[in-house]
């Protein structure tokens, strides 16, 4: 019996200007894992409607995520990159999702209780069954592994029973047209047509917390820019907000436990540490004891030095639209040639008639 083959899927939402904590906590992984893996990133502008349904340029932002992912060092050629909408069979699993899950999955999401706010009878039905889609956007390619930062992991937990859920409806109809495949599920070997993906959330800047406030999480949204590092900022931007990062009038302890409940400390440290791709306990080494007024200096040259040529390369990538439009439009054909794959299969399960 064969178990399924390690497939990276992730997304990006087209929304904003990309900061630090998407590059540590997503982009900077995805790059990564293109050595072992074959991997699909996507820009999620369906997803970006959720929210807000008019935006002021949705093409101009797709490109600019794309931009970004290439110029972070996202192969194209060797990897898939495109824009979601391109690619129906999301939308179309993302329906049979949506009569997979259950009501109430969605409204214990806390993404949608934060997003949707007090006045939850007015949000968009869209955005209640956005995990629906998003676990439509795994799927559809069966893929194994899905590089996160922390705040989706509620989201991918949702996505496994999804899976789960589809797997043991339908488990006769996948035994019977031998659509089966066997995974392993904690100590359990399951056998079932969508796998049980892993999120891949690890290492020092899984949730990169606000310059500003080292409790809240950086964020697109955020009203103040100071409070994140956006990946167009230039040189001259970069160190002036991390010179102006709030802090606390203390020394960095020499133990890594002297940390706790010193959040902003804590922030700089694990960005350090993965700028740098050491560890927090290599940071502390390094600089325990030692004042903010030395710290910070060497923090802003360290971020300057790794995300000023991204900047630079994602502008002169944004200069030749044709390229990034040839990048998605490639992209999104062969994407369409698995996703449709995989719907033909769900089509025979559930008994839709396709042909
Ligand atoms: P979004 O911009 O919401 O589409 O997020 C894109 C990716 O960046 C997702 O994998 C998020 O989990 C990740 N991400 C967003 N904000 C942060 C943050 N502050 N720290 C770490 N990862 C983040
Ligand atoms: N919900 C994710 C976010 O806000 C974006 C996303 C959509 C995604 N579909 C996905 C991430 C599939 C990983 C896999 O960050």
Known sequence: MSSFK??????????????????????????ALQESHDCIYCVVDLHSITAQLVHDDLPGQTRAITAAFLASGIDPKKHIVFNQSRVSQHAELAWIFNC???IGWMNRMTQFKDKAGKDRENASLGLLAYPSLMAADILVYRATHVPVGDDQKQHLELT???????????????????LGVEMQAGDETVNGYFPLTEPLIDGPATRVMSLRDGTKKMSKSDPS?????????????????????KTDPEPLPSELGGLKDRPEAENLVGIYAALSETSREQVIAEFGGRQFSVFKPALAELAVEKLAPVAAEMRRISADRAYVDAVLRDGGERASAIAERTMKDVRDIIGLLDD
């Open 100 to 102: 997979v899950a259950r």
């Open 6 to 31: 390690p497939l990276v899927f992730s997304g990006v939402q087209p929304t904003g200007n990309l900061h630090l904590g998407n590059y540590l906590g997503a982009i900077r992984k995805f790059v």
């Open 225 to 245: 820019d100071l409070s994140r590092i956006n990946l167009t900022d230039d040189a001259d931007a970069i160190s002036k907000k991390i010179k102006k990062a």
């Open 160 to 178: 496994r029973d999804i899976a789960a859920k589809f797997n043991n409806d339908f488990s006769q109809k996948i035994g019977e047209l031998g």
